[in-house]
């Protein structure tokens, strides 16, 4: 039996030097498979965050060509000069004698922008007279506002005769704007 003692004790030894050195080759890569699959979840959730980076991205690229073009339309140039005749130009509607049968431009005096302020933003008054449809008036005034520059639609007044007959009822309007410029303190004009 103490034969059988030594023989059990060496199978018991050499079973623990073999889980031994099998624990010392399969530790490294079972430490590295774990190291490897908590890099491949961190990735993975990088990922789903970059996709969701991009979207955020797009909507704030969005957001910024909205807001872009809101400032381009609400907030206007205000040049050197008042640049009446220009004005005048571009508003002019064709007299087609349907829509459009009578408009007048009439340029008064260069003002202060601001009654009371002490900005040297100046405005002239451009009056303009037309017998026309509502339609015309209101695309006048529409352009005016669509301008690249200041432009104040000041006063609009519409009166319409009583006894037309037309498909078309024709008003006589006055739509009175500003044309706001900010001049050069060199006296060159």
Same mark, same amino acid.
């Given at each position: 039996m103490h034969e059988r003692g030594h023989q059990i004790m060496a199978i018991v030894t050499a079973a623990g030097i073999l889980l031994a050195g099998g624990a010392m080759f399969a530790f490294p890569p079972y430490k590295e498979r774990h190291a490897i699959?908590?890099?491949?979840?961190?990735l993975e959730t990088r990922i789903q965050d970059l996709d969701g980076l991009t *979207?955020?991205?797009q909507v704030l690229a969005e957001e910024y060509t909205d807001l @872009?073009?809101? =400032? *381009?339309?609400?907030?206007?140039?205000i040049p050197g000069r008042p640049g009446v005749s220009e004005i005048m130009r571009k508003l002019s509607l064709p007299v087609d004698g349907m +829509?459009?049968?009578?408009?007048?431009? +009439?340029?008064?005096?260069?003002?202060?922008?601001?009654i009371g302020a002490e900005h040297a933003e100046q405005a002239v008054r451009v009056?303009?007279?037309?017998?026309? +449809?509502f339609e015309a008036v209101f695309a006048l005034i529409h352009a005016a506002e669509k301008l690249? @520059?200041?432009?104040?639609?000041? +006063?609009? @007044? =519409?009166?319409?005769?009583r006894d037309q007959d037309d498909s078309l009822p024709m008003l006589t309007a006055s739509v009175g704007l500003d044309v706001i410029?900010?001049?050069?303190?060199?006296k060159e004009d």
């Amino acid at each position: 039996m103490h034969e059988r003692g030594h023989q059990i004790m060496a199978i018991v030894t050499a079973a623990g030097i073999l889980l031994a050195g099998g624990a010392m080759f399969a530790f490294p890569p079972y430490k590295e498979r774990h190291a490897i699959g908590a890099e491949i979840a961190d990735l993975e959730t990088r990922i789903q965050d970059l996709d969701g980076l991009t *979207e955020e991205v797009q909507v704030l690229a969005e957001e910024y060509t909205d807001l @872009r073009g809101g =400032l *381009e339309q609400d907030l206007k140039a205000i040049p050197g000069r008042p640049g009446v005749s220009e004005i005048m130009r571009k508003l002019s509607l064709p007299v087609d004698g349907m +829509t459009v049968l009578d408009q007048t431009f +009439t340029a008064g005096g260069a003002g202060d922008a601001v009654i009371g302020a002490e900005h040297a933003e100046q405005a002239v008054r451009v009056s303009v007279e037309m017998d026309a +449809t509502f339609e015309a008036v209101f695309a006048l005034i529409h352009a005016a506002e669509k301008l690249d @520059r200041l432009v104040r639609v000041g +006063t609009v @007044r =519409l009166s319409a005769a009583r006894d037309q007959d037309d498909s078309l009822p024709m008003l006589t309007a006055s739509v009175g704007l500003d044309v706001i410029y900010k001049p050069s303190s060199s006296k060159e004009d």
